[in-house]
C-alpha cells in the first residue's frame, strides 16, 4: 500500500508558504512514513532605484547567504518497535527582482518514521 498526501499552502499577504508531502508506505510488515515541509517567510523587503544599488547594498552589508544551520535527530522506542530519524535546515537568502531585494528565511523538514507492523 502507498498513499501520497500533498499541501500547498499560502497567507493572504502573500508572505509566507508552506508546503506538505506525506507519504506512506507499508511493505512486508514495515511501515514507513516520511513528511517533508518546507516553509518561507518574505522578512524584508528594500526597494532600489537600480540594479547596480542591489549590489553595492549586497557587497556593503556583507550579506552571507551561505550560513545554514542544519539539526538531526534519531530516536527509538523500543515498547511501540518504532525510530523516526528527522533533520531539519534553518537559514535565510535574498532574492533580487529587478529593482527589489528580499529577504526570505526558510525550513526544511524531513521526518522518517519506521513502525514494525507485525508483532
Given at each position: 500500500m502507498r498513499e501520497l498526501v500533498f499541501k500547498n499552502l499560502t497567507s493572504g499577504n502573500k508572505k509566507r508558504k508552506d508546503l506538505f508531502i506525506t507519504e506512506t508506505v507499508e511493505r512486508n510488515g514495515l511501515k514507513t512514513v516520511t513528511r517533508r515541509h518546507s516553509m518561507y517567510i518574505v522578512g524584508g523587503h528594500t526597494r532600489f532605484d537600480n540594479s547596480k544599488e542591489v549590489m553595492h547594498f549586497k557587497n556593503v552589508n556583507s550579506i552571507d547567504t551561505n550560513k545554514r544551520h542544519i539539526f538531526i535527530f534519531k530516536k527509538r522506542d523500543s515498547r511501540s518497535k518504532k525510530d523516526i530519524f528527522v533533520c531539519d535546515v534553518v537559514?535565510?537568502?535574498?532574492?533580487?527582482?529587478?529593482?527589489?531585494?528580499y529577504s526570505v528565511a526558510f525550513k526544511h523538514s524531513l521526518e522518517i518514521d519506521f513502525f514494525c507492523t507485525e508483532r
Open positions: 537559514g535565510r537568502f535574498y532574492a533580487a527582482v529587478k529593482n527589489d531585494l
